[in-house]
């Protein structure tokens, strides 16, 4: 947490703009084209629809998400994606930053799977600090699939967040943050099969949890704090490929700082090593799930974080973002916030943050709100051409 010698130069958030498509294709119909039980994208993954970038471009949305903050004081852009299809040209902020917003600033777009937003968000703080000046960072991605499971997970969507000293809306101890990295293969999009990732499914899940894990713990360590921390926290925040992954990872967190249990570290790295072992450790965290004081602890302090993620779909590394939007429209001044984000390959961060009081309220409800729904044929139409101009360079 933020200590009394941070505030002489606190850094954070003063301002977000967020920005999804309008148009999106619904879990039932997602089910129903991939067959799939529509219990298991509900109820098992927590999804309800799928933002798709239909007849629009990241450019636009960033363009969009960017114009409703204060930016016209800004030379620092820091951009956090994955969608670009450029090897070398840092186009997708190049084209919103230039021929968008009119401007001449040299962007700069950093690359680590969804992990990159926190990273730029730890690299403008410190802009911030050292050049005493502010900072946007725009963290913009949309996702697509080939396989089923993966595919019904899709989203877009682009959140851009004024970084600067003296925050109107959120602290950050960018300083004592917890990190953990560990070389796993759990997604990649190599030249062969882009723009679709490939993706280890059984992986993916022990991949997640163990670098959010480990990070928590470096982070605990870094701050001396042995004891549980989680009860102290109002708000955490995670990055969200679907909510049931932080359902999970939550259930993890809580459960060791409860019982400290070896076997549970015995299963977790069994289930990296062999991944189809995964059931056997998720057989702990189901029954702490079912646990009424771990219930009521999720329902607090992570559930109001997930209230719009089921609408928009996995946004890579927007999803943390749009969950800290919705704490930032419910939270209270000198309210504290866990923010961990992950980042396939694998990585985690994991850092502190306080409220410093300003009400904040989006669009993004409302945005929701005013979205139209996409036919299987249309969706299989913006599919298939953004494929064809990935591959031929836009």
């Given at each position: 947490?933020?200590?009394?010698?941070?505030?002489?130069?606190?850094?954070?958030?003063?301002?977000?703009?967020?920005?999804?498509?309008?148009?999106?294709?619904?879990?039932?119909?997602?089910?129903?084209?991939?067959?799939?039980?529509?219990?298991?994208?509900?109820?098992?993954?927590?999804?309800?629809?799928?933002?798709?970038?239909?007849k629009v471009s990241l450019q636009d949305l960033?363009?969009?998400?960017?114009?409703?903050?204060?930016?016209?004081?800004?030379?620092?852009?820091?951009?956090?994606?994955?969608?670009?299809?450029?090897?070398?040209?840092?186009?997708?902020?190049?084209?919103?930053?230039?021929?968008?917003?009119?401007?001449?600033?040299?962007?700069?777009?950093?690359?680590?799977?969804?992990?990159?937003?926190?990273?730029?968000?730890?690299?403008?703080?410190?802009?911030?600090?050292?050049?005493?000046?502010?900072?946007?960072?725009?963290?913009?991605?949309?996702?697509?699939?080939?396989?089923?499971?993966a595919e019904v997970t899709q989203g877009s969507?682009?959140?851009?967040?004024?970084?600067e000293r003296n925050p109107k809306l959120l602290?950050?101890?960018?300083?004592?943050?917890?990190?953990?990295?560990?070389?796993?293969?759990?997604?990649?999009?190599?030249?062969?099969?882009?723009?679709?990732?490939?993706?280890?499914?059984?992986?993916?899940?022990?991949?997640?949890?163990?670098?959010?894990?480990?990070?928590?713990?470096?982070?605990?360590?870094?701050?001396?704090?042995?004891?549980?921390?989680?009860?102290?926290?109002?708000?955490?925040?995670?990055?969200?490929?679907?909510?049931?992954?932080?359902?999970?990872?939550?259930?993890?967190?809580?459960?060791?700082?409860?019982?400290?249990?070896?076997?549970?570290?015995?299963?977790?790295?069994?289930?990296?090593?062999?991944?189809?072992?995964?059931?056997?450790?998720?057989?702990?965290?189901?029954?702490?799930?079912?646990?009424?004081?771990?219930?009521?602890?999720?329902?607090?302090?992570?559930?109001?974080?997930?209230?719009?993620?089921?609408?928009?779909?996995?946004?890579?590394?927007?999803?943390?973002?749009?969950?800290?939007?919705?704490?930032?429209?419910?939270?209270?001044?000198?309210?504290?916030?866990?923010?961990?984000?992950?980042?396939?390959?694998?990585?985690?961060?994991?850092?502190?943050?306080?409220?410093?009081?300003?009400?904040?309220?989006?669009?993004?409800?409302?945005?929701?709100?005013?979205?139209?729904?996409?036919?299987?044929?249309?969706?299989?139409?913006?599919?298939?051409?953004?494929?064809?101009?990935?591959?031929?360079?836009?």
């Amino acid at each position: 947490m933020l200590n009394s010698s941070q505030k002489e130069d606190s850094v954070g958030i003063s301002d977000v703009g967020v920005s999804i498509p309008q148009f999106f294709i619904g879990a039932e119909k997602m089910a129903e084209k991939s067959q799939l039980p529509l219990e298991y994208v509900n109820g098992g993954l927590g999804l309800v629809q799928a933002r798709i970038p239909y007849k629009v471009s990241l450019q636009d949305l960033i363009i969009e998400a960017v114009q409703k903050i204060d930016y016209k004081d800004v030379e620092r852009f820091i951009i956090a994606t994955e969608s670009d299809y450029d090897f070398s040209k840092a186009t997708i902020a190049i084209k919103a930053i230039n021929k968008g917003l009119k401007l001449t600033f040299v962007p700069f777009q950093l690359k680590f799977a969804c992990l990159a937003g926190i990273q730029a968000i730890l690299l403008a703080a410190e802009y911030a600090i050292a050049q005493q000046k502010p900072a946007v960072v725009i963290v913009v991605d949309r996702s697509i699939y080939k396989d089923k499971k993966a595919e019904v997970t899709q989203g877009s969507g682009v959140v851009a967040l004024r970084i600067e000293r003296n925050p109107k809306l959120l602290a950050l101890d960018f300083r004592n943050y917890g990190q953990y990295l560990e070389d796993i293969d759990d997604f990649k999009v190599p030249l062969n099969s882009a723009p679709f990732p490939k993706v280890d499914g059984p992986l993916t899940k022990p991949s997640y949890i163990k670098c959010v894990f480990n990070s928590f713990e470096d982070y605990k360590k870094k701050n001396h704090q042995s004891g549980p921390v989680l009860e102290k926290v109002n708000y955490i925040v995670m990055h969200t490929p679907f909510p049931k992954m932080v359902v999970w990872a939550s259930a993890v967190l809580w459960r060791y700082e409860k019982y400290k249990e070896k076997e549970f570290k015995n299963l977790l790295e069994k289930s990296i090593e062999h991944p189809n072992s995964f059931s056997e450790f998720k057989k702990l965290f189901d029954e702490t799930r079912a646990s009424p004081d771990f219930q009521r602890f999720f329902q607090q302090k992570v559930e109001p974080g997930l209230r719009y993620n089921s609408y928009i779909g996995n946004c890579y590394n927007a999803s943390i973002f749009i969950s800290l939007l919705s704490i930032l429209e419910q939270i209270k001044k000198d309210q504290n916030i866990f923010l961990i984000g992950y980042g396939s390959g694998a990585g985690a961060l994991t850092l502190s943050a306080k409220a410093v009081g300003q009400h904040f309220q989006s669009d993004l409800s409302q945005q929701i709100k005013n979205g139209k729904e996409l036919t299987v044929d249309q969706y299989r139409d913006w599919k298939s051409h953004l494929v064809t101009k990935l591959r031929n360079g836009y």
